[in-house]
T-cell receptor, first 113, second 116 residues
Framework: AQKVTQAQTEISVVEKEDVTLDCVYETRDTTYYLFWYKQPPSGELVFLIR??????QNEISGRYSWNFQKSTSSFNFTITASQVVDSAVYFC??????????FGTGTKLQVIP | DSGVTQTPKHLITATGQRVTLRCSPR?????VYWYQQSLDQGLQFLIQ???????AKGNILERFSAQQFPDLHSELNLSSLELGDSALYFC???????????????FGQGTRLTVV
């Protein structure tokens, strides 16, 4: 069975602060994919990143960075110099094999101006 | 724009009624997924179709059914609606990766269903 845990239900930061969203996963698959999605107040789900289980290199995209650590089954997401537009619910997700994507419960990020 | 189109965007209906939600996947994607997002349950996987065939089933109620048509669009049918079925229903599509594993799923904007 797959499981994704996002222990942080809600986080508030002041604009320009850095913030890290935690994601811990469980899977028995040896090959799997991890994702982050953003759901802004408008409701749509926006794909941010996919990482496969064989690639533990950290990734940076602008103000976003991801830290994948297989040893701790974690795939954390950091936003540097947060902005009000970053306010959203962020979902971490996992899929392996011919399976549906399993989502975490989401972390609501509020960036205060 | 993800390339996945869902209609309608909003739907208000009464208890006991039946509705059909429609999804057009991204061009070339063979897999379609349906998800329900409610306040208390979070994002729940309902069902997956691949090239017209049901591939995986999640927490889908017997009152709900889905199908994927030869042109790859999909419909989710919800019947005998209850107040608790009010939720945001997402459709997602993905292209098969090498080895048959699906990778990233791109989501439609969702259909907000309100049952009154």
């Amino acid at each position: 069975a797959q499981k994704v845990t996002q222990a942080q239900t809600e986080i508030s930061v002041v604009e320009k602060e850095d913030v890290t969203l935690d994601c811990v996963y469980e899977t028995r698959d040896t090959t799997y994919y991890l994702f982050w999605y953003k759901q802004p107040p408008s409701g749509e789900l926006v794909f941010l990143i996919r990482r496969n289980s064989f690639d533990e290199q950290n990734e940076i995209s602008g103000r976003y960075s991801w830290n994948f650590q297989k040893s701790t089954s974690s795939f954390n997401f950091t936003i540097t110099a947060s902005q009000v537009v970053d306010s959203a619910v962020y979902f971490c997700a996992l899929t392996g094999g011919y399976q549906k994507v399993t989502f975490g419960t989401g972390t609501k990020l509020q960036v205060i101006p | 724009d993800s390339g996945v189109t869902q209609t309608p965007k909003h739907l208000i209906t009464a208890t006991g009624q039946r509705v059909t939600l429609r999804c057009s996947p991204r061009s070339g994607d063979l897999s379609v997924y349906w998800y329900q997002q409610s306040l208390d349950q979070g994002l729940q996987f309902l069902i997956q179709y691949y090239n017209g065939e049901e591939r995986a089933k999640g927490n889908i109620l017997e009152r709900f059914s889905a199908q994927q048509f030869p042109d790859l669009h999909s419909e989710l049918n919800l019947s005998s609606l209850e107040l608790g079925d009010s939720a945001l229903y997402f459709c997602a599509s993905s292209a098969p990766h090498r080895g048959g594993r699906d990778t990233e799923a791109f989501f439609g904007q969702g259909t907000r269903l309100t049952v009154v």
